[in-house]
Nanobody
Framework: VQLQASGGGLVQAGGSLRLSCAAS????????MAWFRQAPGKEREFVAV????????KYADSVKDRFTISRDGAKNTGYLQMNSLKPEDTAVYYC?????????????????WGQGTLVTVSS
């Protein structure tokens, strides 16, 4: 099983980035997909999750109305569209998969993890 996260980079505050997470696990539709992030010196935190069918999403309060999570089953790929980025969004972003049906927000319930992609937002 492999998750390949990409799309990170350096962006100015107020800018946008789209992260991608390509999964080799099949069937992709069996898994809820989430994004977590970890800033320097801080613990990993939940960002967003999307259900197996894509009909349910949850967001951390800090990113609500700015970030959008989505998935494309045909491509086995998930996305995180990040708009109105702030310096406090700077972190390594990880995608993860869970077989739970409850769109979990706890990292303990995720069994597959990508390698992370760095997002840096300058002020």
């Amino acid at each position: 099983v492999q998750l390949q996260a990409s799309g990170g980079g350096l962006v100015q505050a107020g800018g946008s980035l789209r992260l991608s997470c390509a999964a080799s696990v099949l069937p992709f539709s069996r898994y809820a997909m989430a994004w977590f992030r970890q800033a320097p010196g801080k613990e990993r935190e939940f960002v967003a999750v999307i259900s197996q069918g894509g009909g349910t999403t949850k967001y951390a309060d800090s990113v609500k109305d700015r970030f959008t999570i989505s998935r494309d089953g045909a491509k086995n790929t998930g996305y995180l569209q990040m708009n109105s980025l702030k310096p406090e969004d700077t972190a390594v972003y990880y995608c993860a998969l869970s077989s739970r049906l409850i769109v979990p927000t706890s990292s303990n319930l995720y069994i597959y993890w990508g390698q992370g992609t760095l997002v840096t937002v300058s002020s």
